[in-house]
């Protein structure tokens, strides 16, 4: 890691044995005893998706870095927005943190009124994990890979119906690419979340979904979904068997997603460097990274000014795409 942690820890134990720093070591007294009461940590999603699913990997080791119970609140609707902007409008005393795509920073691309500014209104406490996205259909499909999906769609006056976890996430941006690169039609629709995505899907209401690997891992091992594509320019380790996009002669982008966690702009940088540090202990730890592992996900240790530039660089990949195809929030 950068000597950025080196210099933090060398500062913090000098200030704990007074040597050398004078007023400069004193914690504000708004930063003083933090955290002493438990912190919500706000899912925008349903519960059992994607993102849910990596609260809950790390909530229990977090709760012990931090000394304070982390409690999961799930806060779906507005395409993930009603929950980040919550976040962002919270007291900002690091008490109310969330978990967000790295796609959030193109959300101000597709909505006038969102209540909050991505890169304004929240600071980025640090990366988690990352995860390949996924094209899958229901086990008795028809369609047997994604040549058989795109022939379907072009057979069709509507094309293919398309589900994934909400407007401006991964999933969505990833299927309605393909189409529009591929020349094949598609019509999205979006859910609250990847869980109730993969239900339908299920249930034969959907015709695929386009969604991160990480919350549908059970149902793709368990033989209820079969995966026909990673969007990803290299074969996943996760799914060698699948092909992706350079396999199949596609055209495309990389649909990795990856997920951040948040707080409000305004909150005290001791608060956040206390969060950053013990985020980055939890995803050190051994039980963190391999159950992490069995549901999909990578790990993903960063610096404050990284988990950043992660957002940053999702919106510009994706910025070109949404001013084309005119993506807008519903």
């Given at each position: 890691m950068p000597s950025y942690?080196?210099?933090r820890a060398v500062l913090q134990r000098l200030s704990t044995l007074g040597i050398g720093l004078g007023a400069a070591g004193v914690l504000p007294a708004h930063a003083q005893g933090y955290p002493s009461?438990?912190?919500?940590l706000v899912v925008p999603y349903?519960?059992?998706?994607t993102t849910d699913n990596i609260v809950r990997a790390i909530q229990t080791k977090l709760s012990e870095q931090l000394g304070q119970p982390v409690i999961i609140e799930n806060r779906p609707g507005a395409s993930g927005n009603l929950g980040n902007r919550s976040v962002a409008r919270a007291a900002p005393d690091g008490y109310?943190?969330?978990i967000m795509p790295t796609t959030v920073g193109t959300f101000p691309l597709m909505a006038q009124n969102l209540g909050y500014d991505p890169m304004?209104?929240?600071?980025?406490?640090g990366g988690v994990a990352e995860t390949p996205s996924i094209i899958i259909v229901r086990k008795d499909s028809p369609v047997r890979s994604f040549?058989?999906?795109?022939?379907?769609?072009r057979t069709r006056p509507g094309g293919i119906n398309v589900g994934s976890g909400g407007v401006g996430g991964a999933g969505h941006l990833v299927i309605l690419t393909l189409g529009k690169l591929n020349n094949f039609p598609v019509t999205h629709v979006a859910y609250k979340g990847t869980a109730p995505a993969v239900q339908d899907l299920m249930g034969g209401n959907i015709d695929a979904a386009s969604m991160a690997i990480g919350g549908v891992k059970g149902q793709v091992d368990g033989g209820a979904v079969r995966p026909v594509l990673v969007a990803s320019v290299k074969r996943s380790p996760l799914l060698r068997d699948v092909p992706v996009m350079e396999d199949l002669g596609l055209k495309g982008v990389n649909?990795?997603?990856g997920y951040v966690l948040a707080v409000s702009s305004k909150t005290?940088?001791?608060i956040v460097e206390r969060l950053h540090g013990a985020l980055d202990r939890v995803l050190q730890d051994k039980d963190v990274i391999e159950r992490m592992q069995s549901l999909s996900f990578i790990p993903t240790r960063t610096t404050l000014a990284e988990a950043r530039k992660m957002v940053e660089e999702q919106t510009t990949t994706w910025a070109p795409t949404i001013k084309e195809l005119g993506l807008k929030l519903e």
């Open positions: 942690f080196t210099r009461k438990p912190i919500t349903t519960p059992g998706g109310t943190i969330g304004d209104d929240l600071t980025y406490i040549t058989d999906l795109v022939a379907m769609a649909g990795g997603v005290p940088r001791e």
